[in-house]
């Protein structure tokens, strides 16, 4: 298992903590350190501000699939993406809205969702 997949696995075990507007968001440099642990299809937004990532299916039966199973997952951890939701991809995109920003919940469940996504019959 390399690094990259060992963080990727230290992320999906933990769980999501209550933030409130006084939590301190994540830095650039944190952000970026975390993003090393997920798939290479997640992008920073803006200066750190959130992550987002699109997946690609093979018909709509596929795609809400998929989005039920982050459902599942936002509503465990109790921290929700945006969701944009499409015939054949969904666009999840994760920001910690309690602060405007990027926290540690929103690599976890990045982490995840990654864990779940080689498990579903996606495009190519």
Same mark, same amino acid.
């Given at each position: 298992m390399s690094h990259a997949e060992e963080k990727s696995a230290a992320l999906q075990t933990r769980h999501c903590k209550a933030c409130n507007p006084q939590t301190p968001p994540l830095s650039e440099a944190?952000?970026? #350190?975390l993003l090393a =642990? $997920? =798939?290479a299809e997640w992008k920073l937004v803006g200066a750190a501000q959130a992550i987002t990532r699109? /997946?690609? /299916?093979?018909? !709509?039966?596929?795609t809400i699939a998929f989005v039920n199973a982050v459902a599942w997952?936002?509503?465990?951890e109790d921290h &929700? %993406? *945006?969701l944009e939701v499409g015939y054949n991809r969904c666009k999840v995109q994760y =920001?910690? &809205? #309690?602060?405007?920003n990027l926290s540690e919940n929103d690599f976890i469940c990045a982490a995840k969702i990654d864990a779940l !996504? %080689? $498990? $579903? *019959?996606?495009e190519g």
């Amino acid at each position: 298992m390399s690094h990259a997949e060992e963080k990727s696995a230290a992320l999906q075990t933990r769980h999501c903590k209550a933030c409130n507007p006084q939590t301190p968001p994540l830095s650039e440099a944190q952000c970026r #350190a975390l993003l090393a =642990s $997920l =798939s290479a299809e997640w992008k920073l937004v803006g200066a750190a501000q959130a992550i987002t990532r699109e /997946f690609r /299916f093979r018909n !709509f039966y596929q795609t809400i699939a998929f989005v039920n199973a982050v459902a599942w997952i936002a509503n465990g951890e109790d921290h &929700h %993406p *945006d969701l944009e939701v499409g015939y054949n991809r969904c666009k999840v995109q994760y =920001s910690t &809205h #309690a602060i405007g920003n990027l926290s540690e919940n929103d690599f976890i469940c990045a982490a995840k969702i990654d864990a779940l !996504f %080689p $498990l $579903l *019959d996606q495009e190519g």
